[in-house]
């Protein structure tokens, strides 16, 4: 079966949606459907900026997690069998969720598996964001709550490893050079706890270091970043089998992202 890529959707960081670039997968999705079309794509979104979460007209992040594992559980049962690659890439606190949905991905198929499974992140707040993380601790707002909730992601991170030897298993763990969001240490404190916790010998695990060659908010504008959209695209394609007929690879230029950026806001007119 055809393999199955999950992109998972951080939160805004700015206090409003309309102050920040658009931080979620739209732009790559758009990129990795025109380039390898056989892939099937399962984009996990969220629609929340600060001022949602803060006023409190977002809902608790526990049900949006609930939401998207049964997207994906309608993803995976709504083919005739297990596909044989699946990925998931998490962005920011997209990271954090992937983790929640990968770690329990047996449980969307009685227990199976597929053949190669792979977990990608960038800039994921394994530890904290690294910044008023114990301001942050006392606000009981759930989507804070879980970037501090360390004891919580370990414990996904233990059962995550578990699968390796039942599959052949890959995580990528990448800090972004100058990240405003993030610090190094904690976007790459994922692979640190396997390492330490002695996880199986056939788990593939590694950290990373990705420059996106920007001054500017490297974290805010990573999705909209055509070396970006290149290095996510030399991952999938070490990962997977090459495309029907191995063409030539051609890394996206600025022109192609603002083409993707003006055809995602045609669209986005014509369904207001």
Same mark, same amino acid.
């Given at each position: 079966?055809?393999?199955?890529?999950?992109?998972?959707?951080?939160?805004?960081?700015?206090?409003?949606?309309?102050?920040?670039?658009?931080?979620?997968?739209?732009?790559?999705?758009?990129?990795?459907?025109?380039?390898?079309?056989?892939?099937?794509?399962?984009?996990?979104?969220?629609?929340?900026?600060?001022?949602?979460?803060?006023?409190?007209?977002?809902?608790?992040?526990?049900?949006?997690?609930?939401?998207?594992?049964?997207?994906?559980?309608?993803?995976?049962?709504?083919?005739?069998?297990?596909?044989?690659?699946?990925?998931?890439?998490?962005?920011?606190?997209?990271?954090?969720?992937?983790?929640?949905?990968?770690?329990?991905? +047996?449980? *969307?198929?009685? !227990?199976? &598996? %597929?053949?190669?499974?792979?977990?990608?992140?960038?800039?994921? /707040?394994? =530890?904290? @964001?690294?910044?008023?993380?114990?301001?942050?601790?006392?606000?009981?707002?759930?989507?804070?709550?879980?970037?501090?909730?360390?004891?919580?992601?370990?414990?996904?991170?233990?059962?995550?490893?578990?699968?390796?030897?039942?599959?052949?298993?890959?995580?990528?763990?990448?800090?972004?050079?100058?990240?405003?969001?993030?610090?190094?240490?904690?976007?790459?404190?994922?692979?640190?706890?396997?390492?330490?916790?002695?996880?199986?010998?056939?788990?593939?695990?590694?950290?990373?270091?990705?420059?996106?060659?920007?001054?500017?908010?490297?974290?805010?504008?990573?999705?909209?970043?055509?070396?970006?959209?290149?290095?996510? +695209?030399? *991952?999938?394609? !070490?990962? &997977? %089998?090459?495309?029907?007929?191995?063409?030539?690879?051609?890394? /996206?230029? =600025?022109? @192609?992202?603002?083409?993707?950026?003006?055809?995602?806001?045609?669209?986005?007119?014509?369904?207001?």
């Amino acid at each position: 079966m055809q393999p199955l890529i999950i992109l998972v959707d951080g939160i805004v960081s700015a206090f409003a949606r309309r102050l920040t670039p658009d931080v979620t997968w739209n732009l790559y999705r758009r990129w990795l459907e025109r380039r390898r079309p056989e892939l099937k794509l399962c984009h996990l979104q969220q629609h929340y900026d600060w001022l949602d979460i803060f006023s409190g007209r977002a809902e608790p992040y526990q049900e949006l997690q609930e939401q998207m594992l049964r997207r994906l559980c309608g993803e995976v049962e709504g083919g005739d069998e297990l596909p044989d690659a699946v990925v998931f890439l998490g962005f920011s606190l997209g990271g954090l969720t992937a983790l929640a949905l990968a770690s329990r991905f +047996d449980e *969307l198929t009685g !227990g199976a &598996l %597929p053949a190669r499974l792979a977990f990608i992140t960038f800039g994921a /707040p394994y =530890a904290g @964001t690294g910044l008023l993380d114990r301001l942050f601790a006392k606000t009981h707002i759930s989507y804070i709550e879980r970037v501090v909730n360390l004891e919580e992601t370990k414990r996904q991170a233990r059962r995550l490893a578990g699968f390796a030897g039942d599959c052949c298993l890959t995580v990528l763990a990448h800090s972004i050079v100058r990240d405003e969001m993030v610090s190094p240490a904690s976007a790459r404190m994922l692979t640190d706890w396997l390492y330490f916790s002695r996880q199986r010998p056939e788990l593939q695990y590694g950290a990373f270091r990705f420059d996106p060659q920007t001054l500017f908010q490297p974290h805010n504008t990573l999705m909209q970043n055509p070396l970006a959209f290149a290095y996510i +695209d030399g *991952l999938l394609d !070490g990962l &997977l %089998p090459p495309p029907p007929g191995a063409p030539g690879y051609h890394p /996206p230029g =600025a022109d @192609t992202i603002r083409e993707l950026r003006a055809a995602a806001r045609r669209l986005q007119a014509e369904a207001s």
